[in-house]
């Protein structure tokens, strides 16, 4: 853009606050394009000639009212409840205001950890404010319709949609595939044919570049030839056809009222801006340089090279119309002359189907590129139909800008990221001119308030506008192909698309303080100018550079088989031919210089955006494991401690209970005998013997017990269940020093219990294996010699892991205080001689008769391996014994025990018999029973 150029872009003037108004103001003429009148008194014909491009601009643009951008905001549904676990984000206030509140702000969790700069609720105003229930033929008529009128009436006309993706900019151009969806273009040429019908013109100029006009070609007359490349509809394995009679399905019926001595011809133009270049989408795909058996057919992979040629922007030249309204048009675009609505479709049909096969996104319905779609009205009083210079160009541009989503939000990587670079350059570079506009508006306008004398007087408007900022529209082919509508040369509306479901909170946002800058944007609507013949267009360059691209596409159609097909597109750039050669534009070097810097600047800022956002969610992730790892841990550790209080608890209690057995405080001791039936005569036969006899031999049972003498405690010690019960018996008897002897016997061993006079002193602890035998035993009266010893196997096995489980539990388990080692001579307890000879001596021929028995050693029987590990502390049994005694339950009185030596029934006779004899009237009860 020229200075000059850029000069008068940003002198649009200031807004019309009732401050800013100078009196001047009043005066302006009213607006002429609403006035039919005015068009058939075009201003070409009362013109004057202009003194100087600034005093021309100054002049037009005082003629005009300024009006801001129309900005519409249309929310879209919730489409098949999509979203229903979210809540909409925007709350509809009023027609024209609409509150936008960030889901992640409303006192959930994460946001104070928010490192959006966007703040979390916030009030924005449009024009009008279209709820998602709005249909499509509401929406256009509130917004397109009187553009439409003003188009066919010689205004120009711009209508952008701006969104993220998803939003619904595309269904708002285009529309959807049902009844009554069609959108704003259809619409449009619905309504532009509806209405001139019957005034169609002969054709005899045709629109060139902005303003242009020039004699029209006889072929330019005929209908377009709306088909596409075979190879396009090949590749898609489409029927173009079928897409055509679909188009015009849904009309529009509006009519707008037009002047009938007027006569019109509309001109189609489809262009798209696609990483920062222009091509034709109408124009016919060339594939020249491939073989027709290279065509693919379906399901084939085959590639098929396409070629297009990307155009270039040229300034329209000021001589076009007179005017000095900049401007740029695509030089080498393809127009049609369209005489009917659905001739108008199917063409946009085709384009659109170029535009998906040309996209590198073919298979997504998202647009990547700008699609820009041109129409010019020719305008031409019926009086004067073979006058050119009573022509007047009028253009309504339809742009669907690609979604304005940053590339963090998209992942986008290598040829996605240049292009979504280019995406955002075009759409930043769009923010910036609006800015720049704005700012360059209100200083104008503070500088046509200001009032005063001397020095303080109000500057001249020229010098004023000299020192405004250059607009910078050159910066993206998108703002360099609109700046004119910016600049005075028509209305802008701007239809801002929002889906308050998605998750783009931020983008929606910045999508949002787009609209509201554009806004405060003023644009001067006038009127198209009238034409004169242009100068012959010069003749385009020889094509210079190339580039090539891989695109496949797939086909899914329904209905049809799928097809994929790899396309080389051969992308071709038309020469630039540089600076106008009107001379009206030349570039700064420090200008473009300082936007690419802004443009570098800008991406690093993405950049570390992204890397912050990147190192927040790791470093939230790696705090979440660590404090989870922590959090086992200290689980196991407690589950871990629980453990070992249950088992220490189990010990202590089985302590407990071992120590009540052995006090006698619990319950009778009960033991398995075997022994002769004395029915059997004289126990002769073993068949008599006892099965299982449930005797305790008591030698004290009959008021007969049997207490030592001090000096044959001995015995009593020597036959001590456990060495672990020593020191507990010592320590007991240093409190009680007369401890009574029992000697129990108890299926061929016998064992001496030292038993204090009164309370729990005395401990003796049974082992696992004492059990063991009564049960063994139980089991061999029955089973015989085999099962016996296969009992005793399994005996041992269990015993084998039981200890195996008692050992492993002895790193875990309650640990004893202190072992007792040894016991010393002097610490035997002290027995009072109160017990008389004769029961003695029955003692001693007792204990012979048991050692017949072939039990070498009467201790072995009654030694308590197992109690080494449950040595309960005595210190405080007293007490709890006194607390457990009722809970200690009967089971453990079947613990299981230990492996004892069998007797055979021989042996058991020869003990009964000796035990008869001594003790002829004794307390030996016998039950009677069998064997086998
Ligand atoms: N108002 C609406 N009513 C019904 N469907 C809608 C509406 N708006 C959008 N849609 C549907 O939502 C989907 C996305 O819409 P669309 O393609 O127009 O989004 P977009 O903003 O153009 O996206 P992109 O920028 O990626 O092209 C489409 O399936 C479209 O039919």
């Known amino acids: 853009m020229t200075r000059a150029a850029a000069k008068a872009g940003s002198s649009t003037p200031e807004p019309p606050a009732a401050t800013a108004v100078p009196k001047k103001a009043t005066s302006r003429k009213p607006l002429v394009n609403k006035n039919d009148e005015d068009i058939a008194k075009p201003p070409a014909r009362a013109k004057p000639a202009p003194k100087t491009k600034a005093v021309s601009k100054i002049t037009q643009e005082d003629k005009h009212e300024r009006e801001p951008i129309t900005a519409f905001l249309r929310i879209r549904p919730n489409l098949n409840n999509d979203y229903s676990a979210s809540q909409p984000y925007l709350t509809h206030l009023n027609d024209t205001s609409v509150r936008m509140s960030d889901p992640n702000a409303t006192g959930q969790a994460g946001s104070r950890f928010r490192i959006s700069t966007v703040p979390p ?43 993220v993706t998803n939003s619904g900019k595309t269904f708002t151009i285009q529309g959807g595939n049902t009844e009554g969806s069609a959108g704003i273009l259809p619409r449009t040429l619905d309504v532009m044919f509806n209405s001139i019908d019957g005034l169609h013109a002969d054709g005899k100029f045709r629109p060139v570049r902005l303003h242009g006009i020039e004699p029209a070609d006889a072929s330019d007359s005929r209908p377009p030839k709306i088909t596409p490349a075979p190879a396009v509809t090949q590749v898609l394995g489409q029927n173009f056809d079928d897409g055509i009679s679909s188009v015009d399905a ?35 795909v060339s594939n020249e340089t491939t073989p027709a058996s290279n065509i693919p057919r379906s399901n084939s992979n085959s590639s098929l090279l396409l070629t297009r040629t990307a155009l270039n922007l040229r300034p329209s030249p000021s001589d076009d119309t007179g005017s000095d309204t900049p401007g740029k048009y695509i030089s080498g675009l393809k127009q049609f002359r369209v005489h009917n609505a659905t001739e108008a479709k199917a063409l946009v049909k085709m384009g659109q189907l170029h535009r998906r096969v040309f996209g590198t996104l073919a298979n997504r319905e998202s647009s990547r590129s700008h699609g820009i779609v041109i129409l010019k009205v020719v305008r031409g009083h019926r009086g004067e139909r073979d006058d050119p210079t009573a022509l007047q160009i009028s253009r309504l541009t339809l742009v669907d800008l690609a979604g304005s989503e940053r590339t963090k939000h998209t992942h986008t990587t290598g040829d996605r990221l240049k292009e979504a670079g280019n995406i955002n350059k075009s759409l ?47 910066h993206s082919k998108l703002t360099e192909l609109l700046m004119d509508y910016f600049v005075g040369d028509g209305r802008v509306v701007m239809i801002v698309n929002v889906n308050p479901y998605d998750t783009g909170y931020d983008e929606n946002s910045h ?67 540089g600076p106008s050669n009107d001379g009206a534009e030349f570039a700064n070097p420090l200008v473009d210089a300082l936007f690419d810097e802004i443009e570098v600047l800008h991406a690093q800022l993405f950049e570390c955006e992204l890397k912050c956002a990147d190192i927040e969610a790791e470093t939230r992730e790696e705090v979440m494991k660590e404090m989870e790892e922590r959090m ?73 017990e049997i207490v030592e003498e001090s000096e044959d405690s001995d015995v009593a010690d020597s036959r001590s269940p456990s060495p672990s019960v020593r020191p507990q018996y010592k320590s007991a008897n240093k409190a009680q020093s007369k401890p009574a002897t029992k000697v129990r016997y108890s299926m061929g061993r016998t064992e001496v219990v030292q038993t204090p006079p009164e309370g729990p002193a005395a401990v003796r602890l049974p082992s696992d294996e004492e059990d063991g035998n009564t049960t ?26 039981n200890d195996e489980e008692e050992d492993d539990d002895d790193s875990d388990d309650w640990q004893p205080e202190e072992a007792p080692k040894a016991k010393p001579e002097n610490m035997r307890p002290q027995t009072k001689p109160s017990v008389s000879k004769i029961k003695s001596a029955q003692v001693s021929a007792l204990r012979e008769s ?47 025990l230990g492996k004892k030596p069998v007797l055979t029934e021989e042996q058991i006779e020869r003990a009964a018999l000796k035990v008869d004899r001594l003790q002829p009237n004794g307390n030996i009860r016998r039950l009677t029973g069998r064997l086998g």
Not at 274 to 283: F, S, V
Not at 632 to 654: G, L, S
Not at 779 to 798: A, H
């Open 428 to 474: 930043m570079v769009l923010g910036q001119c609006m800015e720049v506009m704005r700012s360059n508006q209100r200083r104008l306008a503070a500088s046509l308030a200001h009032e005063g004398f001397g020095s303080d007087a109000r500057m001249d408007t020229r010098d004023v506008k000299k020192g405004l900022a250059l607009v910078p529209f050159r």
């Open 250 to 284: 849904d009309r529009d019926p509006t009519v707008l009222k037009l002047d009938r001595n007027y006569e019109y011809s509309i001109w189609l133009s489809y262009a798209e801006v696609y990483n920062e270049k222009i091509y034709d989408l109408l124009d016919a």
């Open 511 to 577: 999508v949002m303080k787009f609209s509201a800058l554009a806004r405060e944007v003023y644009v001067t609507p006038a009127p198209a100018p009238m034409q004169r013949i242009p100068p012959t267009p010069s003749k385009l360059l020889p094509r210079k550079s190339q580039t090539t691209r891989k695109v496949t596409i797939e086909t899914n159609a329904p209905g049809r088989r799928s097809s994929t097909a790899v396309l080389t597109v051969l992308e071709e750039e038309e020469p630039d031919e």
């Open 850 to 896: 048991i050692k017949s028995l072939s039990i070498e050693d009467p201790d072995e029987l009654v030694a308590a391996p197992a109690a080494k590990k449950y040595r309960p502390r005595i210190e405080n049994l007293d007490e709890d014994l006194s607390d457990e005694e009722e809970d200690i339950p009967k089971k453990k009185s079947k613990r299981k």
């Open 776 to 801: 063994g035993t139980e089991g061999n009266t029955e089973d015989g010699d085999e099962g016996e010893e296969d009992e005793d196997e399994d005996e041992d096995e269990e015993e084998g892991s």
């Open 632 to 704: 086992r841990t200290m689980e196991n550790m407690y589950a871990r401690r629980i453990m070992n209080e249950v088992e220490r608890n189990e010990t202590k209690t089985d302590a407990k209970i071992e120590f009540l057995h052995q006090s006698g405080l619990f319950s009778p001791v009960k033991r398995t005998f075997s022994t002769v039936n004395e029915d059997s005569g004289g126990g002769e036969q073993l068949s008599n013997i006892i099965e299982e006899v449930d005797v305790e031999i008591d030698l004290v049972g009959s008021g007969e």
């Open 121 to 163: 609720s916030s009030v924005y105003t449009f024009s009008h404010i279209f709820p998602p229930d709005v249909t499509q033929s509401d929406f256009f008529n509130k917004t397109t319709l009187p553009m439409v009128h003003d188009v066919l009436r010689g205004q120009n006309g711009l209508l952008f949609t701006y969104g």
